[in-house]
C-alpha cells in the first residue's frame, strides 16, 4: 500500500497529507488495513486535524472489514469518551470481538477494565482468564499480570509457584519488570 509505506518514511517523500490521499484511496476500496491507518491519521493528527468522528467511522469501517486491531482502536476511543460521551459497554463489545480474534492488546484492555471496575463492577476471575489467553498467545504482559493474580490471589487462589512460572514467562521473554519481581519473590 503505498500510502503507508509513504507514511512510515521508507522512501524519499514524506508528506502526510500524500499518504492521507493513498490511505484514503485504499480505504475507499475496503482496505481493512487502509481505513485502520486512516482512523489513526485522524485520531492523532496526521496530515489532518483531529477528528475523533472521522476516527470512529474509520475505525469502524477496518474492523466491519475483520481489522481486530481496528476493533480495539475504535473500543479505545469509546473507553475513552474521544470525540463524544464514554461508553463501556461499546468498548467491552468491541475488544471481546478484538481478543476473540487473537489481538493481544485487546484482551489486556478488557482485562483492565474488570480487574479496575471500570464501568463495570470489578471481576477478577474474568480479568485472570484474559489475562491468561494473553499470556497463552505470547504477551509478556499477561504472563505478568497473570503473575501477579496467583501472587496475591486476585480472582484465583494463591499460589506463589504459579507466579514463579508465570514471571519467569515474561521475563523470557524480554519484560524487565518481570525478571525484577521474580528475583524478589525467589528470595
Known sequence: MRGEYVNYGKSID???KKSLKYIQSS???NDSIGCRILGHFY???KGTRVDYQSAKRFYQKSCELGNFVGCKNLAWLYQTGKGEKK????????YEKSCNGRFVDACLNLG???EAGDGV???YKKAKKLYQK???LNSKEGCKYLAFFYEYGKGVEKDIKKAIYFYQKSCEQG?????TKLQEIKK
Do not use: M, R, V
Open 27 to 29: 480505504c475507499d476500496l
Open 112 to 114: 483492565f477494565i474488570y
Open 43 to 45: 485520531e492523532f493528527g
Open 87 to 94: 461508553d463501556i459497554q461499546k468498548a467491552i463489545t468491541l
Open 175 to 179: 519484560l524487565k519488570s518481570a525478571c
Open 14 to 16: 514524506k508528506n502526510l
Open 121 to 123: 463492577a470489578k471481576d
Open 134 to 136: 494473553a499470556c497463552e
